[in-house]
């Protein structure tokens, strides 16, 4: 079984629990708060960082790295493209989305004038939405780890005052991603409630 522990409040851990679900795999579940973390824990993982996954007693973290790794021990269903062109572009994908639109996101909920940076959020949705006219995922036809990199960010856009209804298609892209069962099982308790509140 696979340990994961993992902030249910943040997008990074909730990435790893899609990749999880979507492999089927059984999992024990240990949420953390990421300012109060146990002593237990700094043992096996003195960063601190979450989420932090161990499997055959082997610790694991940083988002890309666990996910790339969950994939290929656990290859069914695959969630990279076949082709070494395809999983290079994916791995390009997965790193703009964590250079670019993470930061765009934390930089949202942690200042206080939110104007600027939900200006600079708002200009990059509009570029995606012209982006996902042509295609149904975010690099292929096929559904990838960077599909999985970009949903928990796009499912607290809601929760954060910004209104998608204008870009048809990126709403249909968020759809395509929500209707996955193994996204909705990947919600923690506060993911539920963040976004059924608004």
């Known amino acids: 079984m696979v340990k994961l522990y993992s902030d249910p409040q943040c997008p990074n851990s909730q990435r790893v629990r899609i990749v999880l679900q979507e492999k089927e795999l059984p999992v024990e579940c240990v949420e953390l708060e990421p300012d109060n973390l146990p002593a237990d824990f700094m043992a096996i993982n003195p960063y601190g960082k979450l989420p932090t996954v ?6 694991f973290f940083e988002p890309p790295v666990v996910s790339e790794y969950l994939d290929e021990r656990y290859p069914h269903p695959p969630l990279k493209p076949g082709s070494p062109a395809g999983r290079a572009q994916m791995r390009l994908a ?28 708002k200009a990059y949705l509009e570029s ?48 395509r991603l929500f209707e996955r069962p193994a996204f909705r099982r990947s919600l923690s308790e506060y993911e539920e409630m963040m976004h059924d509140a608004f």
């Open 128 to 175: 995606l939405n012209g982006y996902l006219e042509h295609q149904d995922y975010f690099i292929t036809e096929q559904y990838s780890l960077a599909d999985i990199a970009m949903a928990p960010i796009l499912w607290r856009l809601k929760s954060n005052g910004i209104d998608t209804s204008k870009w048809i298609h990126l709403e249909a892209y968020m759809d």
């Open 54 to 59: 161990i499997d055959r007693d082997i610790v």
């Open 94 to 121: 997965v790193m703009r989305i964590e250079e670019e639109v993470y930061p765009l996101y934390f930089n949202l909920i942690r200042v206080k004038k939110k104007t600027e940076p939900m200006r600079k959020f």
